[in-house]
């Protein structure tokens, strides 16, 4: 049975936020020490990536995580991608280069970025970089490893990112870290999910994220049976954002594991 671990589950600033003095920010709870975004799945010997923030090196040696098979990136922002270059590490260790699996618009992103690892240079080509193979996905499942995978073009304010299905025989989890909006198109693609993990920012509305209130609301609508928010702000504690929330619903938290 495949498993999730949640290794980040902040916002793009992680929390606490440098120089702040809020309650959440200085709170003893470990549970509102939130790192970047990222999942870890896991099922038999196969591991599969979903995004690299900053803190992905800090985040291995923290939950031990010692092979990626494959990766998947939702989008081309810093707090998603910026781990990237970790994976030469796993490079060696594993002997073999790593297929990352992208939409165009965020394949396009990670080679600005990253124009190193995405088209080197000759006189980089020995160096030691991540051996990385960027395959750009369309609207077609993808068989990658155990999983067949599947993603979505969702809105997140003036961009764009994907969300993705990840399903093994015959149940799915669906992964919608930024999203700014709950479209007719993601709300099928979640529809029938056995998990759905979406953005819930804040109570405030912001441009580019759905607010807690969004979220729950697309979770219920969907019929999803299980449901969990993150991409989470300093705006709320844990232990209260768990209490306001319906039973099948919870705050995602960095450690956080479940199966499907």
Known sequence: MPNVLVMGSGTSTGVPIIGCKCPVCQSADSRD?????????????????????????????RFGISR?????????????????DEIRQFNTLQKSRIPAYARAFTIN??????????????????????????????????????????????????????????????????YAPDCSEVTPELMAFMAGSAVVMIDGLRDRPHPSHLTIEQSVRAIEASGVARGFLTHLGHDILHAELERRLPASIRPAYDGLEFTW
């Not at 975004?37 to 900053?54: M, N, R």
């Not at 992103?109 to 190193?116: A, L, P, Q, R």
């Not at 304010?157 to 015959?170: L, T």
């Open 68 to 84: 990626v098979d494959a990766v998947l990136i939702t989008h081309a922002h810093a707090d998603h991608i910026l781990g990237l």
């Open 33 to 61: 020490n939130r790192l970047r975004t990222g999942i870890h799945l896991t099922c038999g010997a196969f591991a599969l990536q979903i995004d690299l923030p900053p803190d992905f090196r800090q985040q291995v040696f």
């Open 109 to 174: 992103g990670v080679g600005k970025m990253f124009s190193y690892i995405y088209v080197p240079p000759p006189e980089q080509k020995a160096l030691y970089r991540p051996k990385i193979d960027f395959v750009e996905i369309g609207d077609a499942p993808l068989q990658i490893g155990p999983f067949t995978v599947t993603s979505c073009i969702i809105p997140h304010g003036p961009e764009s990112s994907s969300a993705f299905k990840v399903q093994y025989e015959g149940r799915s989890f669906v």
